[in-house]
């Protein structure tokens, strides 16, 4: 059984194996260095205490295989995008260019160097082993980060936001890069990107300039990438769109992909999943849900086999009951696929 939990160090190994194995990656990136990953699980291990920390909560899952122990995915959640830095993307705008004299006008697009997004919740860390990208697995572990979101609602901002890898090419190139960052950093695209998820993005505002990027001047490739997800991300990218979330005016600094926006009590999991008690088995037959219980680092979440009562109970099989470590009369979220 496959099932989603808080990040432990014990996992490190596994979780710093699929950072470095990962082809595109499905959302903001992992730290790939062994001491920059300890580090960001065990201030997300310090993020699940009641009390709020003086730092902003960085949560992140793993998708766990049950039975035996294998970690085959990631998922994050900030709290505030930034995390007490700002933010950067690219926003999207245009300027009208007119001549009185010659009676015509033309409206650019432009790109402006942007913190706006700054201290909304943004998803982030999501990656999966490539043979689940179509399994069940990936809706439970993108979808678990909206059930904790539900269980934990005041740690998170009313406004969510999610980075989506742009266009890459089979050779490794980025054509939004290529025609633009790499002007401005004496760095390839794979540096730029791991310095962001290591670091902090402090380093784009001392080297972009500050000045509104003309569109009309990038490569046709780089023009044609603004806003498009990497072909593998596509995906994750709908599953995103169905949950409620849409793409806005920004762009990721350093491929041009998108940036999708959300209200967050307007997600579908939030509004479609109900608290409910847990009581008596059912067995493996019956409609598929999420269903997840616990707080902090107590959280679990998976998909089972579930059954209602006439009541406000809810029955699950005798391997769900294991997998969420708890008892009758305990509280669960359940929503559907």
Same mark, same amino acid.
């Given at each position: *059984?496959?099932?989603?939990?808080? #990040? ?6 596994? /979780? ?9 990656? &499905? ?43 294998? /970690?085959?995915?990631?998922?994050? %959640?900030?709290?505030? #995008? ?5 933010? +950067?993307? +690219? ?10 004299? &010659? ?8 790109? +402006? ?32 980060? *909206? ?14 936001? @999610?980075? /989506? ?20 950093f004496n760095m390839d695209f794979e540096t730029a990107d791991q310095y962001s998820g290591q670091l902090s993005k402090t380093f784009i505002a001392e080297l972009?300039?500050?000045?509104? %990027?003309? $569109? ?9 990438? %603004? ?9 994750n990218y709908e599953l995103l769109q169905q949950e409620g979330f849409l793409p806005g005016n920004y762009l990721d600094i350093f491929d041009g992909g998108p940036v999708l926006e959300a ?7 939030? /509004? ?18 999420? $269903? ?13 086999? *579930? ?10 099989? @005798?391997?769900?009951? *294991? ?8 509280? #669960?979220? %359940?929503?559907?696929?």
């Amino acid at each position: *059984m496959w099932r989603v939990r808080p #990040a432990k160090l014990d996992d490190l190994q596994q /979780i710093l194996d699929i950072a470095g194995t990962q082809g595109a990656r &499905l959302s903001s990136t992992l730290p790939k260095t062994e001491q920059r990953l300890a580090e960001r699980i065990s201030h997300a291990q310090a993020s699940l205490a009641a009390q709020a920390p003086k730092t902003p909560r960085r949560i992140l899952l793993v998708l766990e295989n049950t039975e035996t122990g294998q /970690i085959a995915g990631t998922a994050g %959640i900030d709290s505030r #995008a930034g995390n007490g830095e700002p933010f +950067y993307n +690219y926003r999207r705008d245009h300027l009208i260019h007119a001549s009185h004299e &010659l009676g015509t006008s033309r409206r650019v697009e432009v790109l +402006y160097p942007s913190h706006g997004l700054t201290d909304h919740t943004l998803l982030c860390a999501f990656s999966l082993r490539p043979e689940l990208r179509e399994t069940t697995a990936f809706e439970l572990l993108s979808r678990a980060r *909206m059930l904790f979101i539900a269980s934990h609602r005041d740690w998170f901002s009313s406004r969510m936001v @999610v980075e /989506i890898q742009g266009v890459q090419n089979e050779d490794g190139r980025v054509p939004f890069w290529d025609s633009l960052g790499r002007h401005f950093f004496n760095m390839d695209f794979e540096t730029a990107d791991q310095y962001s998820g290591q670091l902090s993005k402090t380093f784009i505002a001392e080297l972009m300039p500050p000045n509104p %990027i003309y $569109v009309t001047l990038l490569s046709d490739s780089a023009q044609a990438a %603004i806003g498009q997800p990497h072909r593998q991300t596509r995906a994750n990218y709908e599953l995103l769109q169905q949950e409620g979330f849409l793409p806005g005016n920004y762009l990721d600094i350093f491929d041009g992909g998108p940036v999708l926006e959300a209200r967050t009590d307007g997600l579908r999991t939030l /509004i479609t999943s109900h608290p409910k008690t847990l009581h008596g088995s059912h067995d493996e037959h019956g409609e598929n849900c999420l $269903v997840a219980a616990g707080e902090g680092e107590h959280f679990r979440c998976l998909l089972t086999p *579930m059954a209602e009562t006439l009541t406000d109970d809810v029955k699950v099989p @005798v391997s769900a009951w *294991m997998g969420l470590e708890k008892s009758a009369g305990d509280r #669960a979220r %359940i929503s559907p696929l």
